[in-house]
């Protein structure tokens, strides 16, 4: 096996994210840059089901950007899209995607990824069903695992759910996340696998390494998310937050700086403290 999951480890990360609670990280959730674009994306739209769509078709485009993903999801929510069906906004997000700098690598291949679900009509189902999709995110799951021809485990997808999850809360469809969808394993998400020490290799590259074994990496963390009671998708965000900081020497104390500003006080700062250092447990 290429890695191997420390269940010691496993534990500790899981015991120390258990204590700061779902409540927490749903704390931490809203001050995440991407969901505060998606905030300003909804507001400046103004119709949940357009701007639902265009996030679903930006998640699964959103890989090998040339810029942070931060700063490139802010220059999607700030483009100038307008509300519309579905069709319109299909193109209305193939021109944005042309024309973005944050998203530059395989910009025909994005396009194609767009276009079948176009082709599918699947674009229609998202934008119609906002509302039932809030309900079971398994449908948007499904839907674009049938769209693009994956299994429904890949990044992209379960980036996208996670994402349209987003969008629902910040529209009032839903105040829970999702608790049957896997974290998607992203450069900083498979780095905090490492620098947590919840999954080890002997590879030069460990962040490669775990990214082409994203499946015993989301295995691991499902495994966190029984212990700490908090669902995958909603650790993503805590977990990629700290994995700007991986590289840095001063990791953890950044790290906590960057989320304790989002959480405002509304967390304890030991709990906090103690999560962000069982997340950056040692050096890449």
Request: charged share 25%; net charge positive; proline share 4%.
């Amino acid at each position: 096996m290429a890695i191997t999951i420390n269940s010691q480890r496993v534990k500790a990360v899981g015991e120390a994210l258990g204590r700061l609670g779902l409540e927490g990280v749903m704390i931490i959730e809203e001050g995440d840059p991407q969901y505060r674009a998606l905030e300003h994306l909804v507001k400046r739209v103004g119709d949940c089901s357009s701007a639902a769509l265009l996030t679903v078709l930006n998640a699964i485009s959103a890989y090998q950007l040339s810029a942070l993903g931060e700063d490139y999801w802010w220059e999607f929510a700030t483009y100038p899209f307008k509300p519309g069906d579905p069709d319109s906004l299909v193109r209305d997000f193939i021109s944005f995607l042309v024309s973005s700098r944050g998203n530059v690598a395989s910009r025909d291949k994005k396009i194609s990824r767009v276009r079948r679900l176009l082709t599918s009509q699947t674009h229609i189902e998202i934008y119609a069903k906002i509302d039932e999709i809030s309900r079971n995110p398994e449908i948007l799951r499904i839907l674009l695992s049938r769209s693009l021809g994956k299994t429904g485990y890949e990044k992209t997808i379960v980036f996208a759910v996670k994402m349209f999850y987003y969008i629902s809360r910040i529209c009032g469809y839903r105040s829970t996340p999702p608790a049957t969808i896997e974290i998607p394993v992203d450069r900083r998400v498979a780095a905090i696998t490492y620098t947590s020490g919840i999954a080890d290799t002997s590879k030069p590259d460990p962040i490669e390494e775990i990214m082409r074994s994203y499946r015993e990496a989301q295995k691991a963390w499902a495994r966190v998310s029984e212990i700490s009671g908090i669902p995958m998708v909603s650790l993503d965000s805590i977990l990629w937050l700290c994995g700007k900081y991986v590289r840095d020497e001063k990791r953890v104390e950044k790290a906590y700086a960057e989320i304790a500003g989002y959480a405002r006080g509304r967390i304890e700062s030991g709990v906090l403290l103690r999560v962000v250092s069982e997340l950056l447990y040692r050096k890449i």
